[in-house]
């Protein structure tokens, strides 16, 4: 897989269509604190992580990358007496990957960067890895260039450069990136992906500071835009379930509700969204695999698993679709559920519409590799610019962020958080295995790769 990825035609350059010409015309803005060649740099106090509880356990773990101060960047008009302001640009040689799934404006976050360099100093270097982690690890290169750009500028997908099942993980990996950036003199190396690949980054940027490499490791977390259906009535938000301790069969009714509601206005349609890591957002679900999760990591074989579990998970298990205990598809999951209520409701006379019939569709990969909303754009290519001013002030271990995104670009401030800050500990996990995370679910994968096994798969019993 990997090979045919590393030597596929990444940047070469391709035919758009209309829609497509319309949109690589945008051109994004720089909030006012990035204009210009003189930013400052405000350095705030160490951060600690947000996990307080595995915050010693992180600090034994990144020693030489946690505690590191946040950074705002300023305008250099700005009357900031502790901030410092970088006035020599010297040549850089930076590299960058695509580590993870694809995001709407993942390109524009290349087009920032290499716009941010060349403004600097135009004999700097943005060199690409091409195909992802494995490109990085076999030292496959192309130099970003104003050409390299020019077809890929304000479009979707990660077609400049690609990617493969990415990962920097294991000892021989890192020992790969590492002789990489020493090979090709990188000053830094910036990440772009997700929460995984922020878990890499963070590992990187402690190994290559052990190791006193000069290249510095840096991350950017970038994700999908949401995207509205007009016929929609119903938008099911991860945050809202987790927050309300809402159970899958409030969500059943909630939907159901919605569905009753359009009948008796005379709809017979509607679309419902649903996030794709919901699954962690409902309390028994996530507490059903985390209970499987805990078998797992204590050495239970896998088909004894479902014979140890509580009454209440098995239960739980037995309760839910047998196509489901193979596999965890939430839109299915909830499909199957509203359609049975809605059948319970057609008996009892308190629905009298049609037939409920539902058609799943994931587009998990269309919504990511979509064509950038104006905000991903502008967003992205921000982004950009910030990992720029991460590298000239020598930061390692960081990941660019960019606040106040409700509010006019004018009133944007952008700045570098250490990666650890957003490090975890997972529950069950020894000291040294740490997650970079948004949220506190514990492996996740892991749990549904032993759920959808043959041995497992309905075998459990009230």
Known sequence: MGSVAVDSDYGAARELSPLQKARALYNPE???????????????????????????????????????????????????????????????????????????????????????????????????????????????????????????????????????????????????????CQSLKLNALVIIGGVTSNTDAAQLAETFAESKCSTKVNSQLISNACTDALSAEKVILGEEVAASKLTIFDITKQICDAVQARYEKGKHHGVVLIPEGLVESIPELYSLLQEIHGLHIRGVPTDSISSQLSPWASALLEFLPPFIRKQIETEKLLAQLVENEMNKRQKESTYKGKKFNAICHFFGYQARGALPSKFDCDYAYVLGHVCYHIIEAGLNGYMATVTNLKCPMNKWKCGAVP??????????????????????????????????????AGQATI
């Open 30 to 180: 720089l909030p006012p604190c990035l204009q210009g060649t003189a930013v400052a740099a405000e350095y705030g106090d160490a951060a600690t992580a947000a996990d307080h509880a595995g915050a010693h356990v992180i600090s034994q773990a990144f020693p030489h990358t946690y505690g590191q101060p946040l950074v705002h960047f300023l305008g250099n008009t700005a009357d900031v007496p502790d901030a410092t302001v970088v006035t020599e640009h010297p040549v850089v040689r930076v590299g960058v990957v695509f580590s993870g799934r694809q995001s709407p404006g993942g390109h524009n976050v290349i087009w920032g960067l290499y716009d941010a360099i060349k403004a600097h100093n135009a004999n700097s270097k943005l060199i690409g890895f091409l195909g992802g982690t494995d490109g990085l690890f076999l030292q496959k290169t192309i130099e970003i260039t104003d050409e390299a750009l020019s077809c890929y500028k304000n479009q979707g997908g990660y077609d400049v450069l690609g990617r493969t099942r990415d990962q920097i993980r294991t000892t021989d990996q890192v020992k790969a990136a590492m002789n990489t």
């Open 419 to 456: 990666i650890t800050v957003k490090s975890i500990v997972k529950p069950g996990c020894s000291q040294d295995i740490l997650k970079a995370a948004l949220s506190a679910m514990a492996s996740v994968t892991d749990m549904l790769t032993i759920m959808s096994s043959p041995s497992f």
